[in-house]
């Protein structure tokens, strides 16, 4: 077995714990804006049909999860949760380290039904993007309306950010927003928030 | 040049406690805060600000807002400096430092003046007329029109200013910070909706910023304007927007506006300088006011000569007289309010010269009541004066207003004032496919049908008076907000409670008349900034340019920065007058966004420079640069290019690598090529109709090579597939093509066949790969894995193996790209730098050798492998590229089957893919080169096809290339020809195949 300090998530080359311990607890408190990265979290890719119980109950057993089949929600269930990704797509997301036992458990549920889940969860890191400018920043890149009317915690979407393909979902009221984006995108991404939240007050988050 | 100061005690919105210092041409002035750049040059006495585009003609402010076509400025200094600023919008900073524009040496003393002198030779149309012939001399024309035009100067440095953009969001959109809008404003903000309220000015409340005597509500209109803006500013869902035009209406109600968030502060300040909103709004309100129309007399352009409304805007607003004595001309009676609030502060009225025979109503008599001299049926004729006016000739008008019955009065005067009715701001509306209408009463366009989601209110719709405004607004925003959904209480309507004075009717004349012939003597002018005269309307109007597109075209009417805000309604009417025709009939032109010019910097926001485009990068993407590799853009992808050691260049480097792969052990980042996952009961079914190939046959754990085309036969993508399981397979695309690969799958998938049973999902970047290529390869990799046995038989060529490499878990696949013995190890993305990192330091007794995407092009070419997109251009089909081999006979379909059967697809002599080796071993041809068989001394020459890829290869011992050819392959042996601008290239024409031709070396 490899040992995990030889892992190394998209944006270990920004040394974001090491800017994170730096920082004096006044600034964090004075922040306006929280920014981290999210990594090694367990992602699978789940298609299948939600017309058919089967493949609903299949799920259920597997992962104790109802998938949402309302566009762009998330259905969270203990420590997972589902993101509607498309009308026969989602993304289970949940603590890094499930994915092999989680995506072996689905396959096996889903014998014989034309559904499939597919481990992705090196594909792709996560991105916190937290405070009171949170809505202001993403608003610069994000076409999507994110007014607490229309976007919510508990809601999703993909959509683009600075170029690149991103899944977002909000996670509370702060507003706490998580951004999925592909790794090779993540520098690049992660460069695009800093720079726009240039007249904010930035903590990083770890 | 003396001092002048026409500054009023005791008016304006000023703030005279902040006096503040800007310099003009060269020469400093004192404004204050609440100053525009040319109410200060006015207060100065400045009233020389620059020169018109064509004739030179001296110019000062006409306006004072965003229609100003005279008063245009350069801007700032160095690399901030920025052209064509209208000063009528640029708010006084201290330090400002602007100049005038179109003038040399000087805007007092101008050489360019000649061409008003030789303007008879300068009618309409004399570009098209005079520069057409001969055609080819058009560049060398245009650069002398160019820089005789010289309407400012474009920076020569980047710009240091930071840019914002944003999108945004709300129910209701209000355009316009006027009565109109903010009644608009209330209304739907009360009622609960999300609101924008944006407004061009530094202040919202429009034309109630220079009203003295109305009250709303009860107070005065100005402290209505303050108490309605402090009750929006509580609103949590509100938004005021200041200093933001809104720029464009498009479809669907997306609204772009450019707020100027520091401008008005000067260079330097906190913040980003401006910000680019592209808003979506459920509703929009458009309440964008009128835009008076100037007069079209003899000579209406001299510096002093300004719209009515600007002469009380500066005097109300700005505590500003426009001159010391001042000269009213109109058709209409809001220009009389001008004259009796300059005449109150104690500013001589030289006369009122009015086009109406009946002048008469409240407005009229008050003046006369003053001491005003009234001139009825009268029209100024000429004026006097070089750097501002110094007097003008009046004649009395004959009954029906097309001559003047003579008699010339001079009457003394350094200001006029001219008024020739209001124009309907329409520029939003129309931008939205609004249709127009032509209202009678205002002479001029309205609103006409509505557009779904868009009302407008106000003096847009022709509605002057502001109680009319106010209600209309109001009712607009509560329709808006209650279409948007929002249907809380919005209250009463604002009243008026002290109104101003009716108006009684105008009298338009178009073209006013003078005792000379139009065209001599003065210039009419109608568009101030283009330099179009009514004179060369008409001549438009004889040589057939009747059309008013037509018209524009060739006066250039209406295209100057300023589009024509004050000039399109006149010249159109004139136009119509011509033609014997209602103006309706004559019609408008096109109105495009923007409505006023938006800098560049602002629509890129922070997208540029490195942010410009995604930057992707591979898990290792550290470690390369660490060795000081220089990148290959590849898509957004950046890949390792060669690894350069001290004092080598590119051909040392690649040389280096490319024998170092044959010899021992070279490692290749191949992170970015594409991977689909596919699983389902119909993957193979998939893989048969989109490959060229056949794959039901392929047993577990094998791979294979895969060419895609398109339904037209050519070839559009490559790569290797695996089969993991009985019902799923891992395909493999080229680095470029991964995303568009995916979307032909799922196009087949979700239109064609969308019964089958496959899911493709994208696993690109679920790994980390790393190719390991060269007769060391297998000792090198042994000494990492305990778990996959790795000789020929336990793992042969085109096979997949399970296990783990450093510890890692990993996927390794011997397939190969150079023709060695390759191990294609996938891991974790995020193990894959660890496994970079062992590999290397493992592989340093092997002298393991990083190499780029150059070398790998340099060993793929010498076997003879595509590159798609390099060999191919999406005219090439397999047989074209002598890979007939990989076409099934026995599929009874695939994607480009049918294809092959066309005529021109089956044909023998297409461009074929060969090889092509110099008569000069040691040459080089470029890319790209043409090849021909016979030779001329100069083109044109019969082309035959061109080299698609050309190395020096130190393996081979000779340059390498390989090209599309015509008929290529029936030509083997010949000797073709490829000829540069310095020399010609000898070749002759191979198999595309140059090294290890038996393919012993796959296996080590």
């Known amino acids: ?206 | 040049m003396t001092r002048r100061n026409l500054r009023l005690a005791d008016r304006g919105r000023l703030d005279r406690s902040q006096p503040i210092r800007f310099i003009f041409n060269g020469r400093t002035y004192y404004g204050y805060k609440g100053d525009t750049l040319a109410s200060a040059l006015i207060a100065n006495g400045v009233a020389l600000v620059g020169r018109s585009f064509k004739y030179h003609r001296p110019r000062g402010i006409m306006t004072a807002g965003s229609e100003e076509p005279n008063g245009l400025v350069q801007l700032g200094q160095g690399a901030r400096t920025e052209p064509n600023i209208r000063a009528t919008q640029i708010e006084l900073y201290d330090g400002l430092v602007a100049a005038s524009q179109n003038c040399w040496p000087s805007v007092g003393f101008d050489l360019g003046a000649t061409n008003n002198l030789l303007s008879r030779f300068f009618p309409a149309g004399f570009y098209y007329k005079t520069f057409m012939w001969p055609a080819s001399f058009w560049m060398k024309y245009e650069y002398f029109i160019r820089r005789a035009a010289g309407l400012g100067k474009a920076p020569g440095e980047p710009d240091p200013d930071r840019y914002d953009k944003t999108y945004a969001h709300c129910d209701v959109l209000v355009a316009g910070g006027g009565p109109a809008g903010i009644a608009a404003a209330l209304a739907a903000a009360r009622a609960g909706a999300r609101v924008v309220l944006a407004d061009e000015q530094a202040e919202f409340g429009g034309q109630l910023l220079h009203s003295r005597s109305e009250e709303i509500a009860g107070r005065p209109a100005v402290d209505w304007v303050a108490a309605a803006v402090a009750e929006l500013s509580t609103m949590p869902e509100v938004t005021l927007l200041r200093r933001t035009t809104a720029f464009a209406y498009q479809d669907h109600n997306f609204v772009e506006l450019v707020e100027r968030v520091t401008d008005h502060l000067g260079p330097g300040a906190d913040g980003p300088r401006q910000r680019y909103w592209r808003l979506r709004a459920r509703q929009v309100v458009l309440a964008a006011g009128a835009i008076e129309r100037p007069l079209v007399f003899a000579d209406n352009d001299r510096p002093g000569i300004m719209l009515a409304s600007a002469g009380r805007a500066y005097a109300n607003r700005y505590g500003v007289a426009v001159g010391d004595k001042v000269l009213v001309f109109t058709g209409n009676d809001s220009a009389y309010r001008a004259a009796l609030d300059l005449a109150e502060a104690g500013t001589a009225i030289a006369a009122i010269v009015d086009l109406r025979p009946d002048a008469g109503g409240p407005l009229v008599a008050e003046a006369r009541g003053k001491g005003i001299e009234v001139l009825a049926a009268h029209a100024v004729t000429a004026t006097r004066g070089s750097a501002r006016l110094e007097g003008v000739t009046v004649m009395p008008l004959n009954a029906a207003g097309d001559g003047v019955t003579g008699g010339g009065r001079q009457i003394a005067c350094d200001a006029l004032l001219m008024s020739g009715g209001w124009n309907p701001a329409i520029h939003l509306f129309s931008h939205n496919r609004g249709k127009l209408r032509f209202d009678e009463r205002v002479q001029s366009f309205v609103p006409g049908e509505p557009v779904r989601g868009c009302h407008t209110a106000g003096a847009m719709n022709g509605a002057f008076e502001t109680a009319d405004c106010l209600a209309q607004g109001f009712a607009a925003g509560r329709k808006a907000a209650s279409e948007a959904g929002a249907s809380g209480e919005a209250g009463s309507v604002p009243t008026v409670t002290r109104a101003e004075p009716a108006e009684s009717p105008d009298r338009v004349l178009w073209i006013v008349p003078s005792d000379k012939p139009l065209g001599e003597g003065g210039k009419h002018f109608v568009d101030h900034q283009n330099d179009v005269t009514a004179a060369d309307v008409a001549l438009a109007h004889r040589e057939g340019y009747r059309s008013v597109e037509h018209l524009k075209r060739y006066t250039t009417m209406g295209m100057g920065t300023d589009q024509g805000k004050t000039s399109n309604v006149n010249a159109l009417a004139i136009m119509a007058a011509l033609r014997d025709r209602q103006i309706p009939e004559v019609g408008h032109t096109t109105f495009r966004p923007p409505f006023a010019p938006v800098t560049i910097g602002a629509f890129s926001g922070h997208d540029k420079g490195d942010l410009f485009d995604p930057i992707r990068k591979t898990p290792m993407h550290g470690w390369h640069e660490k060795t000081g590799a220089p990148f290959e853009d590849v898509g957004q992808w950046k890949r390792a290019w060669y690894y350069p050691k001290p004092g080598e260049d590119m051909h040392a480097a690649v040389a280096r690598e490319v024998k170092a792969v044959r010899a021992g052990v070279g490692i290749v980042d191949a992170s970015t090529l594409g991977k689909i996952d596919i699983k389902g009961s119909d993957a193979a079914r998939l893989l048969n109709m989109v490959y060229t190939n056949a794959w039901s046959k392929l047993e577990i754990g094998r791979c294979r090579y895969g060419l895609m085309c398109g339904e037209d036969g050519m070839v559009f993508d490559d790569g290797v597939t695996t089969r993991l399981g009985e019902q799923h397979f891992l395909m493999s695309t080229t680095t470029g093509n991964a995303a568009r690969v995916l979307g032909w799958l799922e196009e087949w998938l979700q239109c064609e066949w969308p019964d089958w049973q496959v899911h493709c999902t994208s696993v690109t970047e679920q790994f980390a790969t790393v190719g390991l290529n060269g007769p060391m390869a297998r000792k090198l990799l042994a000494e990492l894995t305990d778990d996959i046995p790795l000789d020929d038989a336990a793992f042969p060529f085109m096979s997949i193996r399970e296990g783990h490499v450093a510890g890692i878990a990993a996927r390794v696949m011997r397939i190969s790209f150079t023709g060695e013995l390759t191990f294609e190890i996938n891991v974790a993305a995020s193990y894959g730098l660890a496994l970079w990192e062992a590999l290397m330091a493992a592989g340093e007794k092997y002298g393991i050798t990083p190499y780029g995407t150059e070398a790998m092009h340099v060993l793929r070419a010498e076997k003879g492998f595509i590159i798609v997109g390099q060999e191919t251009d999406g005219t090439q089909t397999p047989q074209d590229l002598d890979m007939a081999w990989i076409v099934s006979k026995q599929k009874p379909d695939h994607l480009g089957k049918r294809s092959f059967l066309r005529t021109d697809t089956a044909r023998p002599d297409r461009k074929h893919l060969v090889g092509l080796l110099t008569e000069n071993p040691s040459e080089v041809i470029p890319e790209g080169g043409q090849v021909v068989a016979e030779l001329k001394n100069q083109p044109p020459m019969t082309m035959l096809g061109h080299v698609t890829s050309s190395y020096y290869s130190p393996n081979v011992g000779r340059s390498i290339a390989m090209a599309v050819v015509k008929n290529g392959r029936n030509r083997m042996g010949d000797t073709v020809y490829v000829p540069l601008v310095d020399r010609v290239i000898r070749a002759k024409v191979t198999e595309p195949r140059f090294f290890d031709l038996e393919g012993a070396r796959l296996n080590g």
């Open chain 1, 1 to 206: 077995m490899v040992e995990s300090y030889r892992r190394r998530s998209p944006l270990a080359s920004f040394g974001l714990p090491a800017r994170a311990a730096a920082q004096s607890p006044e600034a964090v408190a004075d922040a306006d804006l929280q920014l981290g990265e999210r990594p090694h979290r367990c992602q699978i890719n789940l298609r299948g049909n939600p017309q058919d119980g089967r493949f609903l109950e299949a799920v259920r057993n597997a992962a104790g999860l109802a998938l949402p089949t309302e566009p762009n929600r998330v259905a969270a269930a203990g420590e997972l949760k589902a993101l509607w990704l498309g009308p026969d797509e989602w993304l289970i997301l949940g603590p890094g380290g499930r994915e092999t036992e989680l995506v072996g458990t689905l396959a096996r549920g889903l014998q014989g039904q034309h559904a499939g889940a597919t481990d992705v969860s090196e594909a792709r890191t996560w991105i916190l993007v937290a405070g009171g400018r949170a809505r202001a920043l993403l608003a610069r890149g994000i076409p999507l309306d994110l007014h607490p009317r229309e976007f919510r915690p508990g809601h999703c979407a993909q959509t683009g950010l600075a170029g690149a393909n991103i899944i977002l979902q909000q996670t509370d009221d702060r507003p706490s927003y998580e951004i999925g984006v592909t790794n090779s995108f993540a520098d690049h991404l992660w460069h695009w928030l800093e720079r726009g939240a240039i007249d904010y007050r930035v903590a990083i988050s770890v």
